[in-house]
């Protein structure tokens, strides 16, 4: 009898672990659904609540961005030329200090000069008469003009400055903005004192151009205009050595800088992207008749530093070559006091 039992028994076992099987399979399921319905709803709820965060920190953040250019010294204008269908937005010194030196600071792709230069401009500006411009299509600068070309930028920054009395001024310039002072000390010689170009490939051949391009791996119509948080990685892993940090920041942070920093205007860069891939090169010879200070990082992974020495040996013999090392590209953000000393040095001797 006790042989019947213990084989009945067996036969109902094998099923009977099956069935707990399966419902512990089951309830292990149900609470892996639980658990991840939970977090993402969590997630969207933290989403939610941190995106008008995020919003009023870019705010504030501009906000006090802006009580630094004004406790520098420094006031908004703007400027209206072509009969009004171009406006440009400079900040301009509310007092000009007698026997300092007149500098105009251009700034590069990204975004305006608020947020490229607010490291800098309390130095610069105790040392300098400083006027600190927005390029057009950056920041409040505009036109409606359809010329993208940098002699059209260099025309009317130093348009803006006449209207603001200033007819003798030194200029510098960082990347896409070292090519409009380029320009400038080109175009208007008898009105530029010394020429300071940071970090902008201005002298190339077009084979140099091409296989500079095919290094990128990307058109710079892609990353110098972002559209996306992963577009603006890419800008900031490229750009900055030190301050390479910018990178990890949330992708949520990431899209509520572009959206208010970045993407207005985004056609009419690309545009000024597309005329500066499609260029001629520079002649051989440069045509800058002043005194120029080229600075660059040694670590530029946007222009290799070689380009420096390219650009000093076209503009022979009245260049010199200041290399900050462990910085890259945007030097205004990996070393901004050592690039505001250089320049200040270069201005007064």
């Known amino acids: 009898m006790k042989s019947i039992t213990r084989i009945c028994f067996k036969l109902f076992r094998l099923p009977l672990s099956s069935l707990q099987f399966i419902l512990r399979c089951m309830l292990a399921l149900t609470l892996s659904v639980y658990r991840t319905t939970v977090r993402l709803l969590l997630r969207d ?3 939610r609540l941190a995106s008008p965060l995020v919003r009023l920190l870019i ?3 501009e906000f006090l961005l802006i009580l630094n250019f004004r406790l520098s010294n420094l006031s908004s204008r703007k400027i209206s030329l072509n009969g009004g269908g171009t406006v440009m937005h400079f900040w301009v010194p509310t007092k000009l200090k007698p026997g300092q030196p007149t500098l105009i600071l251009i700034h590069g792709f990204g975004g305006s000069s608020l947020w490229q230069f607010f490291i800098q401009v309390w130095h610069l500006s105790r040392r300098v008469n400083l006027y600190v411009l927005d390029l057009l299509f950056f920041g409040d600068s505009y036109s409606d003009e359809t010329d993208r070309c940098d002699d059209f930028q260099a025309r009317c920054v130093v348009e803006g400055m006449k209207k603001l009395g200033e007819n003798r001024f030194n200029v510098a310039g960082i990347s896409y903005g ?12 008898n009105e530029v004192e010394k020429i300071v170009i940071v970090s902008s ?7 140099q151009k091409n296989e500079h391009l095919e290094k990128l791996g990307k058109s710079p119509k892609d990353f110098l205009v972002p559209q996306n948080p992963q577009d603006l990685r890419h800008l900031l892993d490229l750009s900055m050595y030190r301050a390479n940090w910018l990178k990890m920041l949330p992708g949520f942070f990431l899209q509520h800088a572009l959206d208010a920093v ?8 690309k545009e000024i992207l597309e005329y500066l891939i499609n260029r001629e090169p520079v002649p051989e010879h440069g045509n800058l008749s002043r005194e120029t200070l080229i ?3 040694d670590k530029d992974s946007v222009f290799p530093v070689k380009y420096a020495y390219e650009l000093q040996r076209h503009l022979e013999p009245k260049a010199k070559v200041q290399v900050i090392n462990g910085a890259g590209h945007a030097l205004n953000f990996d070393a901004p006091i050592v690039m505001n000393n250089h320049i200040i040095s270069f201005l007064q001797n």
């Open 45 to 47: 709820w933290m989403l």
């Open 59 to 61: 705010a504030g953040f």
């Open 178 to 189: 070292g090519y409009v002072t380029y320009k400038i000390g080109e175009m208007y010689p």
């Open 201 to 207: 490939g201005i002298c190339y051949t077009e084979e």
């Open 262 to 269: 970045l993407k207005e205007n985004g056609k009419q860069k």
């Open 295 to 297: 600075i660059w990082g």
